[in-house]
């Protein structure tokens, strides 16, 4: 199903995360190496973020590299660092033709500082764009934001800038990373896995969750348009009864 007759596009999700999962097992099964896996993968997001411009999605947050991904062999962060900066200095015109504005989420202090420098100035260059935001999660694990949050409000509660009453669900959500980005409606995970992988924790507590059994690289229009279809076919009753939702609608 990889064209749009069969999509209702007044109600597709605003925001779509995707775990971009096996571009390693990808190459393995090509007899490639890993980092080749890697730069196919990119492919995969050139067609993906393509194809969310065309369902209009408002939102599409990528994980695309993890905390936990520092623990993988030294020569293939290292790659992966270099990837991501080449794309990045590569992809900004196209980014600003197609109306693509560039956010980042995670501890970006972390990474390599050629790679800040690519990654802030990708940004500062998209950043009055506004047919699609795309949220890159680069060193992020939703452990360390939720402890960051956890600290921050802390802070404001010792100087007696806010009391424990003020602590409610909003104020969490306006001390993560994603604060200003609406909560993901559809989750999608390539590769087989049915896990979450630490990303977005708080954030997914009434998202929608779609596992395929592809390796990313091989992820493109047709299985974004599927799941997107997949979701539309879901009744969503956020804790309630479908006579509730029916009334409601």
């Known amino acids: 199903m990889s064209d749009l007759s069969h999509i209702d596009l007044n109600n597709v999700p605003e925001h779509v995360a995707i775990i971009m999962d096996g571009n390693g097992r990808w190459a393995k099964s090509h007899g490639e190496d890993r980092l080749f896996g890697h730069s196919k993968g990119v492919e995969a997001v050139r067609e993906t973020l393509k194809t969310a411009t065309e369902l209009k999605i408002k939102y599409l947050t990528l994980y695309a590299f993890s905390t936990e991904n520092w623990n993988r062999p030294q020569k293939e962060v290292e790659g992966l660092m270099n990837l991501l900066v080449h794309s990045l200095s590569n992809e900004v015109d196209e980014m600003n033709q197609n109306g693509v504005r560039l956010q980042a989420i ?31 999660a680069l060193n992020y694990s939703s452990k360390w934001e939720i402890t960051e949050m956890v600290k921050t409000i802390s802070k404001k509660l010792t100087k007696n800038d806010i009391t424990e009453n003020d602590i ?9 990373t994603t604060r200003g980005i609406p909560d993901p409606e559809l989750l999608i995970r390539t590769s087989g896995e049915r896990r979450v992988s630490n990303f977005l924790l708080w954030q997914i507590a009434y998202t929608e969750f779609v596992f395929l059994d592809i390796f990313w690289p091989d992820f493109g229009r047709k299985q974004f348009v599927g799941a997107v279809y997949d979701f539309q076919n879901r009744e969503r009753r956020f804790g309630m009864v479908s006579e509730q939702i029916n009334i409601i609608e």
């Open 168 to 176: 409610t669900d909003e104020l969490i959500s306006k001390n993560l």
């Open 106 to 136: 995670g501890n970006i202090k972390g990474l390599p500082e050629d790679c800040q420098d690519s990654l802030q100035n990708a940004i500062e260059k998209t950043k009055a764009n506004k047919e699609i935001t795309l949220v890159l």
